[in-house]
T-cell receptor, first 111, second 113 residues
Framework: QKEVEQNSGPLSVPEGAIASLNCTYS??????FFWYRQYSGKSPELIMF????GDKEDGRFTAQLNKASQYVSLLIRDSQPSDSATYLC???????????FGKGTLLTVNP | EPEVTQTPSHQVTQMGQEVILRCVPI?????FYWYRQILGQKVEFLVS????????KSEIFDDQFSVERPDGSNFTLKIRSTKLEDSAMYFC???????????FGSGTRLTVV
């Protein structure tokens, strides 16, 4: 069973702080890694993807990948109350691009 | 707003009834997917559809489920005889460059009573 594990939280940070979200995966053959944001009752929204070891930055978001440790993380700088949502980690393997999701981490940013 | 629209947004059906969930409109993409999310659970893959054929399906996608692209644009998921445990949010997704992630539809909340 290929698993993606996330701390379910809730993770609570004050406005303006850095939020750090973590994810581990069991399938060493995983090729691409994604972070989705999901507001309650809404569909997942792609924030970032990464497929090479190291860091990838996009605005206030930085994704970090360590394939040796099978670990991927998302940092959100200058957190805003609008960032409050569940963050889903997902991985793919193979040409079909089927996503395997973690259960998500609930982030709350307090004003 | 998501680029992929699903209808209906919410459907309530009696156990044993057939439901058809629709994904409209669809632009010219090759890959389509259906996922579901039971309340409080993770998003789960159901089926992928490539070039008008099922390319992969999960254990969840049993004989009660079917997918079609009836008119070349709409993409449907049919559940023939709904069970209580089919109650969930159902998301379709379109992809073309799946390595870069893909876009989910707005979702249909299915409630089986």
């Amino acid at each position: 069973q290929k698993e993606v594990e996330q701390n379910s939280g809730p993770l609570s940070v004050p406005e303006g702080a850095i939020a750090s979200l973590n994810c581990t995966y069991s399938d060493r053959g995983s090729q691409s890694f994604f972070w989705y944001r999901q507001y309650s009752g809404k569909s997942p929204e792609l924030i970032m993807f990464i497929y090479s070891n190291g860091d990838k930055e996009d605005g206030r978001f930085t994704a970090q990948l360590n394939k040796a440790s099978q670990y991927v993380s998302l940092l959100i700088r200058d957190s805003q109350p609008s960032d409050s949502a569940t963050y889903l980690c997902a991985v793919t393997r193979g040409s079909n691009y089927k996503l395997t999701f973690g259960k998500g981490t609930l982030l709350t940013v307090n004003p | 707003e998501p680029e992929v629209t699903q209808t209906p947004s919410h459907q309530v059906t009696q156990m044993g009834q057939e439901v058809i969930l629709r994904c409209v409109p669809i632009s010219n993409h090759l890959y389509f997917y259906w996922y579901r999310q039971i309340l409080g659970q993770k998003v789960e893959f159901l089926v992928s559809f490539y070039n008008n054929e099922i390319s992969e399906k999960s254990e969840i996608f049993d004989d009660q489920f079917s997918v079609e692209r009836p008119d070349g644009s709409n993409f449907t998921l049919k559940i023939r005889s709904t069970k209580l445990e089919d109650s969930a949010m159902y998301f379709c997704a379109r992809g073309g460059q799946g390595a870069y992630g893909y876009t989910f539809g707005s979702g249909t909340r299915l409630t089986v009573v």
